[in-house]
Structures are given as structure tokens and as C-alpha cells.
């Protein structure tokens, strides 16, 4: 809270006497809470305490108001961010979240692409035409959480974090999938369908159902294909044997 003194002083400026300062004489929410920072640094899950923690099971904030602060009559109402708990709270999300940050990689370094071995023709072309579908795949699995980030509230801005390293992992994958098929002079070919359907989903929980046959179709297809691992500080790039690429090139 601002001292008296101060507010005095702040009026007594030239040409302040139109100025609103009221704002200033409002108390903040818990004054004095002080968090302590974990054997992890200092966590979201650390500064969720008192009014900045557990939020309610409904919110009626409709404006970026993030939790814990001072509401305003003149908020501008968005009216579109979901109101229940249940609808886009994780307990989960805070620590995914710090997982996420404590996890990144570039798949400009930390990928050995000078230490990768040419391969004969067809198990090349095997490894582009995966690596054009996994392209497609990253490129729907990073526009999912983005269609679905603008309708979490700020009371829940954890869960609203996480989509966001979520995007960012995504577009890690479409790119090393992407440098993968020019690495070695193929390129990408023939793209696929792409599940493309999940983007038309009205609600998340639509979407989940939609999503959960589509992997177990993409996992039955991936059992037969080629297995590309890109993984550092490793000078082998494993590859299955011509026989074993012929049959996932006829996988679909």
C-alpha cells in the first residue's frame, strides 16, 4: 500500500490535480508473502500459495486479469475463455511445465547431421517419405493446443503455459523431421491426408475423443514402419534392413 506522504507528494505534482490515483491506495491481495524457492529453482508450484494458488471451481473473469490480482470495473470482457475448472485445469500442468523448460534441445546442435552415414537409395527413400509424414503430423499436432490456448482464462494460466511449450516441442519435431528428409538429398515426398479432421473439432473434449483412434491407428501404422531415431551425443543412426524397409514403404 502506498503511504499517505507519498500520494500527498503525487498530487501536489504540477498539473496533477485531474489525476486518478485511487488505484494506489487499493492494498495488495496478500502483502508480505514471501515463497521460497525449491531443491528446482523457484517453481510455479512454489508460488502457488494463498490467493496466487488453487483457483476456484468457476471464474467469471473474462479479461487477462491473471489470478491473484485486482480486478477492474473497466476490464475489457472477452467473453470467451472457459469459466469451469474442469474444463482446462491440470493439477499437472505446473510441473510439465517446468519439465518442459528444463528439457530443451535444438535440433540444430544437439543432433550429430555431420556424423550421419549414407544409406543405400531405398532405405533413404524409406526414411524421407517417413519423415514427410511425420512433417505433416507435427505440423497438426502444433495448431491442436494453439486452436484451444485462447479459451483458457488467465485464472488458469499454468494450463495456458503448458500449450504453449507444448507448440514450441512441436515445432521442434516438424523441423528435425524436415532437416532429416534434406539431410542426405531426398527431400520430402508424397504427402498424406493428414488428420486433418481434428482441427474441426468444436471442444476439446471432442477433440480428445477423435484423437485417441487416430493414434492407435498411427501406432499400428508406425509398428511396420521405419524407426528413425534422432537422438544426441550418439554417432549411430540406426536403420532397419532392406527387407524390413520394403514392407513399411507398403504400410498404410
Not at 503511504?3 to 507528494?9: G, I
Not at 511449450?165 to 520430402?188: C, P, W, Y
Amino acid at each position: 500500500m502506498v503511504k499517505a506522504e507519498t500520494l500527498a507528494m503525487l498530487r501536489k505534482e504540477p498539473d496533477a490535480e485531474d489525476l486518478d490515483l485511487s488505484w494506489l491506495e487499493k492494498p495488495a491481495a496478500e502483502r508480505g508473502l514471501r515463497v521460497t524457492p525449491g531443491k528446482r529453482g523457484l517453481t510455479l508450484e512454489d508460488i502457488s500459495v494463498g490467493t496466487y494458488g488453487d483457483p476456484e471451481e468457476t471464474t467469471r473473469n473474462q479479461s487477462g486479469r491473471m489470478r491473484g490480482s485486482a480486478p477492474r470495473d473497466d476490464a475489457q470482457n472477452l467473453g470467451k475463455h472457459w469459466t469451469l475448472k474442469a474444463e482446462s485445469w491440470s493439477d499437472s500442468s505446473m510441473m510439465i511445465y517446468e519439465e518442459a523448460l528444463q528439457r530443451q534441445w535444438s535440433s540444430a546442435t544437439d543432433i550429430p547431421w555431420a556424423e550421419m552415414p549414407e544409406l543405400d537409395d531405398d532405405i533413404e527413400l524409406a526414411v524421407s517419405q517417413l519423415c514427410t509424414f511425420l512433417t505433416q503430423v507435427e505440423f497438426i499436432a502444433g495448431d491442436l493446443p494453439g486452436k484451444f490456448a485462447p479459451n483458457v482464462s488467465a485464472e488458469h494460466f499454468e494450463t495456458g503455459l503448458f500449450l504453449a511449450s507444448q507448440i514450441m516441442d512441436e515445432a521442434r519435431h516438424l523441423d528435425v523431421f524436415r532437416k532429416r528428409a534434406l539431410a542426405n538429398g531426398i527431400g520430402l515426398l508424397q504427402a498424406g491426408p493428414g488428420a486433418v479432421g481434428l482441427l474441426t473439432a468444436e471442444s476439446f473434449l471432442d477433440m480428445t475423443a477423435s484423437l485417441h483412434p487416430s493414434y492407435s491407428r498411427c501406432s499400428a501404422w508406425a509398428n511396420c514402419s521405419l524407426r528413425v531415431r534422432l537422438t544426441s551425443g550418439s554417432s549411430a543412426w540406426p536403420h532397419r534392413t532392406r527387407a524390413a524397409t520394403s514392407r513399411s514403404v507398403s504400410c498404410t
